[in-house]
């Protein structure tokens, strides 16, 4: 069957499963496979505000060949995944699934779409672009050896979602949107380690041998002064501690400071995603 035959629907509760299922076979030769479990999935869709049922599927016949997440926050959306099977590609079915999922965005009162992709994503890219999506900044992931640090002045207090819920407003206001957003916070505060000071704040995670910090922001009044050293050498020394050997943060921006923080804690970059946007 061939992509003439495709129907694009919204996923049905039944299909679930399916969705995973197709999700964890268009993403096994990804630039870094990923293999997602029932739990995963829901806490990404969690963390994007997405809902399951707007996602819409491309069936060929009962079977799930392709499917897109839009998110809608207010004016503006977000594409939390797209993908076709790998045996369904190159035959205009991700653009169609881009088309229904603006047309979604637009009904629901957005006016404008962003969405973030891997720089070595070529196919992603050309297809971004031929839709007329812009480039707009780059995100880093990297990654660093866990280790002891002392000397980061007053330890930050330990902390909830609600003490420090306005200072990620004030300190992630234009950046990523899986980092800007409350939803986004929300669903990192569920599982990690909160840290505030009076400038700043930080969380952080152990899963196994791996740390996370997925968030680290300084209010932009209280910025330049070291505020941040001292938020991530108390997160790296406390990861240590908590027994990991490996520490990654994500989605951070590439930006002169960013770098020059990074070099400092040897981190290394892993990855770098492209933020792109289309006005609808
Ligand atoms: C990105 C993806 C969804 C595109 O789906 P698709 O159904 O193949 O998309 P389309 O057929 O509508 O368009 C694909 C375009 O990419 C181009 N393309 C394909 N492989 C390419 C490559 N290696 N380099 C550059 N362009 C490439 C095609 O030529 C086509 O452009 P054209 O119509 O101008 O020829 C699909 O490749 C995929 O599922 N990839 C893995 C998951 C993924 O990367 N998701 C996006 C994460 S941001």
């Not at 672009?129 to 990654?143: I, M, T």
């Not at 609600?162 to 899986?178: F, N």
């Not at 704040?201 to 968030?215: C, D, E, H, K």
């Amino acid at each position: 069957m061939g992509a003439d035959e495709l129907v694009l629907k919204r996923l049905s509760a039944q299909q679930l499963d399916a969705l995973i299922d197709a999700q964890n076979e268009i993403f096994a030769d990804y630039i870094i496979p990923i293999r997602l479990s029932r739990e995963s999935f829901a806490e990404f869709m969690r963390s994007v505000g997405g809902k399951l049922e707007n996602v819409t599927v491309a069936l060929s016949g009962d079977e799930i060949v392709g499917y897109v997440n839009p998110v809608v926050d207010g004016t503006e959306a977000w594409i939390g995944g797209l993908g076709v099977v790998p045996r369904m590609r190159n035959q205009g079915i991700g653009a169609k699934l881009m088309e229904a999922a603006e047309t979604y965005a637009e009904e629901e009162g957005a006016d404008e779409v962003l969405l973030e992709v891997i720089e070595g994503n070529l196919a992603a890219k050309k297809l971004y672009e031929k839709l007329g999506y812009v480039q707009r900044v780059a995100y880093l992931s990297a990654e660093c050896n866990a280790a002891r640090f002392a000397g980061f002045g007053q330890p930050p207090r330990r902390s909830a979602l609600e003490d420090i819920a306005p200072l990620h407003q004030r300190s992630y206001a234009g950046t990523c949107w899986q980092r800007r957003k409350g939803f986004a916070l929300e669903e990192s505060a569920r599982t990690c380690e909160i840290y505030k000071n009076d400038d700043g704040f930080v969380l952080l995670r152990r899963i196994a041998g791996t740390g996370f910090i997925p968030f680290l922001g300084v209010d932009p009044e209280s910025r330049r002064r070291g505020v941040g050293t001292c938020l991530a050498k108390f997160a790296v020394n406390r990861l240590w501690e908590l027994g990991t050997f490996k520490i990654a943060i994500y989605n951070i921006d590439d930006n002169d400071a960013n770098r020059r923080m990074l070099d400092l804690f040897d981190f290394a970059v892993t990855l770098k995603q492209i933020e792109m946007r289309k006005k609808l």
